[in-house]
């Protein structure tokens, strides 16, 4: 069986490319030698590897041609390469590291005819492209860990919390909508071959008994997060797993990392804390907090993906507006249950810890989750900077608990 070339998504690979390029080619050299932090990478290491990993399985893999840097695994392997050691590989310049991903994309470009002949072509053109989508989406994280300016063009901010109207009173401090219900019963969730591409964590779809559960409508917002901190949140310990009281002890956490005021730090901007976005960029152990102040938990991932049937992929995504938006917004586009903006805005935290599926077997990029099972917990949904063809009610990211760098809320479960 051939693969139709036009099933190797060419134009989406030309786009992803463009948008890497866009993410650094702004940056001067004193920006791209990057402070060595644990939840970033060297700049010119993340988009060498991506371009690197898509030659991996394209060309290397699928079609066994030779790398075209000789020693491009000692370089850009990032199952090989410890993450600290990255800073002291000698890696290509910035010039060196460009002509490298021109040639590699151009030729992957040039032998799709010939990699359509394999069967298999579409997963790994599909898995490079992926690939790729969630460094750039990393790309986005390091820009405002360090600071640097949002460097993309923005769409008509149509999701401009200044057209919406302000609620106020009681729809104002509390996430407004209230909760969805969803029926105790047998739901299947995970992925499907008919689903297309997916990754390895996501097979296959299985049943699980879920019981009735509330969930809210919108993810968790400032004007409640805020009444949270009002209260203390950040020194009481009761409300703190010991883990997650630890964890803020050491961070000598008192709000959200961005927070100043009542404004948010947003890249290299300060800009002013709306009550009816959504909280962002808290980690694990901030959102377990809060849920147990406000008595209520975090979903399990079951119950997220169960509460987000049908939602369509639609929201803010792919960076379009560079910044996350009114909770309330994109109305229509509800889950079956009436559950808001499941998709796009900000990752959602669940309470679950990331596990394989029953019969899990890994995929050939064995590096993708099973490493990481049951030391990092599980997101869902996808944030504005995630791209639209990345993104499903299905696919499930993970992240340690201590992360607060990534585009994250959550919300909550009644107890
Ligand atoms: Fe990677």
Redesign the pocket.
């Known amino acids: 069986m051939r693969t139709a070339p036009s099933e190797l998504c060419l134009d989406g690979l030309r786009d992803a490319r463009e948008r890497t390029l866009a993410l650094v080619s702004d940056l001067t050299g004193a920006q791209l030698a990057v402070p060595m932090l644990e939840i970033i990478n060297p700049i010119l290491w993340e988009i060498g ?2 371009a690197y ?1 898509a030659e991996f399985w394209t060309l290397r893999h699928l079609l066994g041609e030779p790398p075209i840097v000789p020693n491009a695994d000692e370089l850009y392997d ?1 199952a090989k390469i410890p993450h600290d050691a990255r800073w002291s590989l000698p890696l290509p310049d910035r010039a060196g590291t460009l002509e490298f991903m021109k040639t590699q994309l151009e030729r992957v470009l040039e032998r799709a005819n010939v990699a359509a002949r394999n069967p298999d072509a579409w997963y790994f053109y599909r898995l490079a492209l992926h ?1 790729e989508d ?2 750039d989406e990393a790309l986005i994280y390091t820009r405002q860990t360090l600071g640097y300016r949002w460097p993309l063009p923005l769409c008509h901010r149509e999701v401009s919390n200044d057209r919406e109207p302000q609620a106020s009173g009681a729809e104002r401090s509390r996430g407004d909508l209230g909760d969805a219900r969803v029926p105790a019963g047998t739901y299947r969730i995970g992925s499907t071959p008919n689903d297309g591409f997916v990754f390895d964590n996501e097979k296959w779809a299985h049943d699980v008994r879920l019981g009735a559960f509330e969930i809210a409508r919108t993810p968790v917002t400032n004007a409640e997060y805020r009444a949270f901190i009002d209260d203390g949140g950040y020194r009481t310990h009761e409300f703190w797993s010991d883990e997650g009281w630890a964890w803020r002890l050491q961070a000598n956490a008192e709000h959200p990392i961005y927070w100043q005021g009542g404004m948010r730090r947003h890249f290299d901007t300060l800009v002013p804390l709306r009550d009816n976005e959504p909280v962002a960029h808290v980690n694990y152990f901030e959102a377990q907090a809060y849920c147990r102040w406000a008595g209520r938990r975090l979903p399990t991932e079951a119950e997220w993906e169960v509460a987000a049937a049908d939602a369509p992929i639609r929201g803010n995504l792919d960076g379009a507006y560079g910044d996350v938006c009114d909770v309330r917004l994109f109305g229509d586009a509800e889950s079956r249950y009436g559950c808001r903006q499941m998709i796009g805005n900000v990752w959602e935290w669940t309470q679950s810890v990331f596990e394989p599926y029953p019969g899990f077997a890994p995929d050939p990029y064995k590096e993708y989750s099973e490493p990481w099972f049951g030391t990092h917990y599980v997101l869902r949904g996808g944030a504005w900077s995630t791209r639209s063809r990345l993104i499903s009610t299905r696919w499930r990211n993970f992240y340690r608990p201590h992360r607060r760098d990534i585009i994250t809320g959550f919300r909550t479960v009644k107890v």
């Open positions: 590897h991506a990993f990032s690939h969630m460094h």
